[in-house]
Structure formats: C-alpha cells, structure tokens
C-alpha cells in the first residue's frame, strides 16, 4: 500500500528525514517510535503535503501512484489521513460544518454522490457513539476551546468519518486519561480492517497494549535504526532509547 | 468644486431633459409640496458647504473627487427589476428613490410604515436628527428631498417580524443619482427589527440618510445589506439618538459599490442605553470601502460594543475610521472598539484609525484593530481533511466573518451572506 523509499527532508534548511525506508501493507499496523525531536512528525507531515517540509531525495507509492506530487487534498482524496499531535483550532467554523464539507470533498474526489445534511448526520451519530464524544462537541467551533483529550477524540472520529485507507496516528495517545485511551483505541481498532493500514507513532506502551501492532519501529535522527515485533516496544519502555543509540555510534555519518 | 455649484449644474441637466414628464409628479418643487421648506433648508445649507476633500481629516482616504466629476441624469421609471428573495412579508420597495407600491407588500394594519410621500406620513422627527451642518451629502440628500421610507413603532408596541426597506436603482443609459431617506422612530419600550437593503443594476449613485430615534426603554435591530452594484457609488449616512435604556443593535453588511462610504453616528441621549454596532464590509476588484463611525458617549452608564470587519481581496481599498467620543459628564462609559482586516491579497490596503477622546475620568474604553492574512496551518488542517484550497480558504474567510453573520438574528439574511462568501 505505502512504501517509502531513501526519503530525504529538510525544514528551514535543516536536514530532519535522512534516509527513510518503510513499506506497509494492508491490514497491517506498525508503529513508530524515537526520542523527540527524531523526525516522527516531519515524516507524518511529509507523507500529507505539509508545504514546510522540502524533499530532498527519495520517493513514496502509495496504492502505485507517486505521493509526493500530489496536493495535499488529493492524498485525503485517495485515503491518506494524519490524526494531528496538535490538532488545529478553527474558530467560527463549526465541527459539524467541517466534517460535512470534509466527507463531500473527499466523496467527490472519489467519485461518489455528496451526502445531504440528514445522510450525514445518520453516519455522525452512528460514529460519535462508538468515541463517546459528547454531541455538543459537533456544534462547537473546530477544536476551539477543546481539552487536549477532547482534541485527539475528535481527531479520531474525522477519521473514523472519511474512513481512509492509511491512518497516521501521530501521538494520539498523549494527554489522553485512561478511560479516552480506551474509547480512542476502541475507534481505532473499530476501522481496523484487512484492506486499512495504521502508522502510530507514539512514545508509550500504553497505546499499543490496545491497537496490537505488526510491526514496530524505531526512528532516530532521521532514520530508522531498528524494527521488531510488539516485543520491541516493551524492550524500549524499560530500557528508553540509549541502548540502540549506542549500538548505532559507529554507524551514524 | 463648490457644492451649489455642482448642485446648480444638476440641476441644469435636470432642466434640459424630459424632467416634469418622468417626475410628475415627484419633481422637486411639484412634488410632496410639504417637504417644499425642508428643501429649501437643505439647498441653502449646501450653498454654504464644501465637497469634501482628501485635505479633510475625515476624508484622508477617500476621494469623492468619481461622484462630483459624474453628471448624473434623472431617474427613470423601471418596472423590471429583480427583487432580492423576500425575508418577510412586510417590505417596501423604492425604484430610483420612489416608493414602488406595486412591488411593496401590503402593510399591515395597525402600523405606521410606509412611504414618505404619502399624506398621512407621521414625520415628525425628519430631518431632526441627521445633521447637515457640515455634511454637503446629508444637506443634498434634504434638498432633494420628497419620498423615502417612514417607519414608526409606537409606544409599548412589539412587531416580531422584520420590516423590510429595499431601494433599488438602476441607469438605462446615463448614470443616476438617488437620495433615498429612511425615518426609523421606535417609542417607549417598544421593539422592532428593520433591515434596509440598497442594489441595482448599472452605474448610479445612491445618496442616502438614515434617521433612527429610540425613545426610552426601546428596542431596535436594525440591519443594512448594501449590495450596490459594481459601478455604482454609495454614501450613506446614519445617525441614532438612543434615549435612556434603550438598546440599539445594527448590523451594516457591505458587499458592492464602487465607492462607498458608509457613516453612522450613535448618541447617548439618556442613560444607561446600550448600542452595538457591528459591521463587515467585503470588497475586491478595485471597490473602496470607508466606514467612518462616532460613537458619542454625551450621558453617563450607557455602554457600546462596536466590531468592524473587513476583508479584502485583489486591489480594493477599505477604510476604518473609529471614533469614540465620552462627554465631560459621561462617567461610567463603557465603551468597546473592535476592528479586524483580513486581506486576501497583497494589494489590498486598509487605512484605520481609532480615535478616542475621553473627557470623563471614570470610564472603561478600549479599543483594538488587527490586520492579518489566512492562516497556513489552518489551510492545511482543511486540505489534509480533502477540502481543496480554494475551498478552505472561502471555508476560513466565511469564519472570520462569522462572529458579525451569526448575530444577524434573520436566517435567510445569515444564508445570503454565507452563500456569498462560502460558495
Ligand atoms: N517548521 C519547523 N521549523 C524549524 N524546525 C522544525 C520545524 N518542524 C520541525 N522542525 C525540527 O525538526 C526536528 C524534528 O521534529 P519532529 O516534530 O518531526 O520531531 P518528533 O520526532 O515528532 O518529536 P516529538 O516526539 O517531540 O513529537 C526537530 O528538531 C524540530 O525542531
Ligand atoms: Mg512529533
């Protein structure tokens, strides 16, 4: 489905991603972890058009079509959603507003009819159940004066909305209490399906007690320097980062 | 130019064409004989003034240098135009300053709303309240006065639904001039919504004064939907004398024109009355846009809450000029100023200015202007959710406008302008 290749990026002139190999395929789930600063989000941001980020070298496929030349909007448009780490606040556009003018573009781009308001607000309500996210939220502006809780659920439930095809979920786990961790896992794992892939960066355990990954990663300056199983991400809880970035002393530059 | 001077060479345009056969019988003299006085006042009043110029402080930004080098023919009669969509039932309409009764809804009984020319037209207040002192386009509004919209709410009364005063004009082949004049009297403890509404077609000018007096404990929401057409010029001036706890709520919505200028003027005239004047003005291509507005505190405990927005795509030009005035004896103002510029392109331009002179030393004033542009990460928020650009940034130039559209308590008013921006 996604595979990324050589990918090179630079911020402000700055190399960030130096060298970045990845491949999922439906169905799977891999997860992303690395000490800040290490380039999680930049990849997240690279791989959904986010201007700042210049690309220097390599390439991404996603489904066979060439990622990187696209506008943000259509990589929405072929399945390819980002859940935020910091979710942004629109004021004085409502969530419900958004989200339909949301699912119609991407409907369109698809091929498929525009839904009307009750259409709509036949699959919200059906979705909002399952996140347990207060109905008044739907009438508040976008994220504005959301908790960060509030903030990542509805992240979430965009997602769950569009059903995309590759879901990057980039440290949707933090700021979450222990009862939204489990009504966000419970989303995620809601759209878990053999032809729907997940990247989930993060920097806990914790999440991936509950979305069970396949395969996990660890970035670090720009690369990834190791990939395991679910073991991996039990093994770096205990011992943090400095062991691999140790073994990988020598082979840095 | 001097004002009578170009008052003099309309007039001599006036005189050359077929004046008494399409103004019968509205000619200025013939016409509404009982406003024969008021004109008059006002045509000497503007032999004394001046146009204003761009050396006027008021004016720094505006030139209306476009409107007195026009020569503008008569009004013609019109009977085509298309009507903006009826918000409510009880509407009159005006074509190039006449009332239009066929086009007019009926009005109900137990009202008094209606034309000024007619003869039982309860005007007592007109012409009491806009000041043409120093006002060349107020004065020549007068002097050509003898129709316009009356509408009058009498004590005690609540009319729930709106009154709608729509002025159309429209130039077959020469431009136009209209002075459309609206008197606005709500009583005590009396409640009322009025919208005005100006369009048309072609190139014209539209000259107009708005009169609104609120008795004590009244209750006015009063909206303007300017939505001239592209080549025609707008100056309006409004003015409000607010009586002791009443509240004063407008919503001046401006979409078109090619030079507008619109003035309104509150003053306390009782205490503890409230007034919010909000305002979005909306301009592209070449439009100018000057809102000139004076919020004059002349009582104490009165409170007003005023928000401006404008936004601004290609070359237009708005112009915001605040001013807040809190009278020696005006303790306990509360006064708050608002103004928020979005411009779309690089060569927009706004002027702003507040200008608050605060004689009172127990007061709460504060005024705020910002001028910004869309906002990148929101534009990418929107298109990582599929929302193309173009899209997101109508999406992102409707919310800035929200907060001055969502007070606009009439739906169909709210849709019109979200429809406009949005689409
Ligand atoms: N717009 C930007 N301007 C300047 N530097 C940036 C910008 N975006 C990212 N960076 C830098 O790029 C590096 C990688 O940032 P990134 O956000 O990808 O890290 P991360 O792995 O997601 O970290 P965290 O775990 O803290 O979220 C950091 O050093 C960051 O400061
Ligand atoms: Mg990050």
Redesign the pocket.
């Known amino acids: 489905m996604l595979t990324i290749h050589n990918l090179h990026a630079k911020?402000?002139g700055?190399d960030?991603l130096r060298g970045i190999n990845l491949d999922v395929k439906p169905g799977e789930v891999h997860a992303i972890m690395?000490?800040?600063?290490?380039?999680?989000?930049?990849?997240a941001g690279v791989l959904t058009g986010k201007e700042?980020f210049e690309v220097t070298e390599g390439e991404v496929l996603f489904e066979g079509k060439n990622l990187l030349d696209m506008d943000p909007e259509e990589r929405a448009g072929e399945g390819v959603f980002l859940a935020f780490?910091y979710p942004v606040e629109i004021p004085g556009v409502t969530n419900n507003y958004f989200l339909r003018a949301s699912l119609n573009a991407v409907r369109k781009y698809r091929g498929q009819t525009e839904l009307d308001a009750a259409a709509f607000l036949k699959i919200v309500k059906e979705k909002i159940k399952i996140l347990q996210m207060p109905e008044d939220l739907l009438k508040r502006s976008v994220n504005e004066g959301f908790s960060g809780g509030e903030k990542k659920r509805n992240e979430i439930f965009q997602m769950a909305v569009l059903e995309p095809k590759l879901c990057i979920l980039?440290?949707t786990d933090s700021g979450l209490d222990i009862d939204a961790m489990k009504a966000v896992a419970d989303g995620v794992n809601a759209l878990r399906s053999k032809d729907r892939a997940m990247i989930v960066?993060t920097?806990y355990q914790r999440l991936l007690d509950h979305i069970v990954p396949d395969f996990v990663h660890v970035?670090s300056e720009g690369r990834i320097v190791k990939t395991g199983g679910k073991e991996l991400a039990l093994e770096l809880e205990q011992h943090g980062y400095d062991p691999i970035k140790a073994g990988m002393a020598g082979i840095a530059d | 130019m001097s004002a009578a001077n170009l008052w003099d060479r309309w007039r001599e345009t006036m005189d050359k064409t077929t004046f008494t056969n399409l103004f019968t019988p509205f000619d200025r003299d013939n016409a509404a004989p009982k406003y024969r006085a008021l004109r008059q006042s006002g045509r000497e009043r503007l032999g004394s003034l001046a146009w204003p110029t761009t050396r006027c402080e008021d004016w720094r930004f505006t030139s209306v240098a476009p409107i007195v080098e026009t020569t503008f023919a008569l009004p013609v009669k019109c009977d085509d135009l298309k009507l903006p969509a009826a918000t409510n039932t009880l509407r009159l309409v005006f074509v190039n300053g006449r009332f239009a009764k066929a086009l007019s809804a009926p009005i109900a009984a137990g009202l008094q709303v209606g034309s000024l020319a007619d003869a039982g037209a309860n005007v007592a207040l007109l012409a009491q309240i806009a000041a043409d002192k120093d006002n060349a386009f107020t004065a020549m509004n007068t002097s050509f006065l003898c129709d316009g919209a009356y509408v009058v709410i009498s004590d005690g009364q609540v009319v729930e639904q709106p009154i709608e005063i729509v002025y159309l004009s429209r130039s077959t082949d020469k431009p136009i001039v209209s002075h459309p004049r609206t008197l606005i009297v709500v009583g005590k403890n009396a409640q009322a919504t009025v919208v005005e509404r100006y369009q048309g077609d072609g190139a014209y000018f539209t000259n107009a004064v708005t009169e609104i007096s609120l008795a004590e404990g009244a209750v006015l929401d009063h909206v303007k939907l300017q939505q001239e057409s592209l080549q025609a010029y707008h100056i309006a001036n409004t003015q409000i004398v607010q009586g002791a706890r009443s509240t004063f709520t407008s919503h001046y919505l401006s979409l078109g024109g090619a030079l507008v200028r619109n003035e309104v003027r509150v003053r306390f005239d009782g205490e503890h009355a409230e007034s919010t004047v909000n305002g979005l003005y909306l301009a592209s291509g070449k439009q100018h846009m000057d809102n000139f507005t004076v919020i004059d505190h002349a009582q104490p405990n009165c409170a007003s809450h005023e928000l401006y927005k404008g936004i601004l795509d290609e070359r237009a030009h708005g112009v915001f000029n605040g001013k807040i005035f809190v009278r020696k004896d005006a303790q306990k103002t509360d006064a708050k100023q608002t103004n928020k510029v979005l411009l779309l392109s690089d060569d927009a331009t706004i002027n702003t200015k507040p200008q608050l002179e605060i004689f009172a030393d127990d007061v709460k004033c504060t005024h705020g202007a910002t001028i910004g542009q869309l906002d990148a990460t929101q534009l990418f928020y929107l298109q990582s959710r599929g929302i193309p650009l173009d899209a997101a940034r109508r999406l992102l130039t409707f919310a800035f406008a929200n907060d001055v559209v969502n007070r606009v308590k009439i739906e169909a008013i709210r849709a019109e302008l979200e429809e406009r921006i949005v689409r």
């Open positions: 911020v402000v700055k960030i690395g000490p800040n600063g290490s380039g999680k989000s930049t990849l700042a780490q980039d440290e960066i920097h970035l």
